[in-house]
């Protein structure tokens, strides 16, 4: 059964830098286009970031665009999120996700296989 599991989540001080890896198991992510979204408490999830298969297209949430970057190995069928300059309004509850194609990419309900999320505080 296809897995996707998420780690690198933690305590951070404002400015500080942190990197997620959503690693594929049971069946290569290769063929997904793969997405990071956040919750933070009592919120609704959001979208962060997307990339396509291959990995050369990528979108960002305003909110992170110039801060995060979205990567993939899919020799090592793991997909990173590589956060700098981490903000308190970054603290949430990272998941990434999986779908075919890489649009839409901002869109929750279009991704069909979800990690368990890694939580992220980052405090002032």
């Known amino acids: 059964q296809a897995q996707l599991v998420e780690s690198g989540g933690g305590p951070v001080e404002d400015g500080g830098s942190l990197r997620l890896s959503c690693a594929g198991s049971g069946r290569t992510i290769g063929n997904y286009a793969m997405g990071w979204f956040r919750q933070a408490p009592g919120k609704e999830r959001l979208f962060v970031a997307a990339i396509s298969s291959g990995g050369a297209v990528t979108y960002y949430a305003d909110a992170v665009k110039g801060r995060f970057t979205v990567s993939r190995d899919n020799a090592e069928n793991t997909v990173y999120l590589h956060m700098n300059n981490l903000k308190p309004e970054d603290t949430a509850v990272y998941y990434c996700?999986?779908?075919?194609?890489?649009?839409?990419?901002?869109?929750?309900?279009?991704?069909?296989?979800w990690g368990q999320g890694t939580p992220v505080t980052v405090s002032s």
């Open positions: 996700a999986a779908k075919f194609g890489i649009r839409p990419y901002d869109q929750e309900d279009q991704f069909h296989l």
